[in-house]
């Protein structure tokens, strides 16, 4: 069983910081993608960062590039996102997604994702 649980959302003020962890278990996760998807209210899904848990690559929506990083901790097989330079369009809440273990390709389409947690919210106040 496959389980991910997102935690670190909260209340922050434009300009801040938050990292958000999604704890994995129930397997290795060598051969998956990692993902984080955000969804505001009357949005759609939307793709914010990816990484390849076992080569590392990273990749980004344009949206988070260059103030957001995603990494993984294989010892505490944790995917973190840390969000620097928070905007109020930021607000939604935050899904971790897990891939696999086939080869995800299209790495930004939520349904190349079979596993998701719960979601953590995040909101930026100006």
């Known amino acids: 069983q496959v389980q991910l649980v997102e935690s670190g959302g909260g209340l922050v003020q434009a300009g801040g910081s938050l990292r958000l962890a999604c704890a994995a278990s129930g397997r290795t996760f060598n051969s998956y993608a990692m993902a984080w998807f955000r969804q505001a209210p009357g949005k759609e899904r939307e793709f914010v960062a990816a990484i390849r848990w076992g080569s590392g690559n990273t990749y980004y929506a344009d949206s988070a590039k260059g103030r957001f990083t995603t990494s993984r901790d294989n010892n505490k097989s944790t995917v973190y996102l840390q969000m620097n330079s928070l905007k109020p369009e930021d607000t939604a809440v935050y899904y971790c997604?897990?891939?696999?273990?086939?080869?995800?390709?299209?790495?930004?389409?939520?349904?190349?994702?079979?596993?998701w947690g719960q979601g953590t919210q995040v909101t930026v106040s100006s």
């Open positions: 997604a897990a891939g696999g273990p086939y080869y995800v390709v299209s790495y930004s389409n939520p349904r190349e994702y079979n596993y």
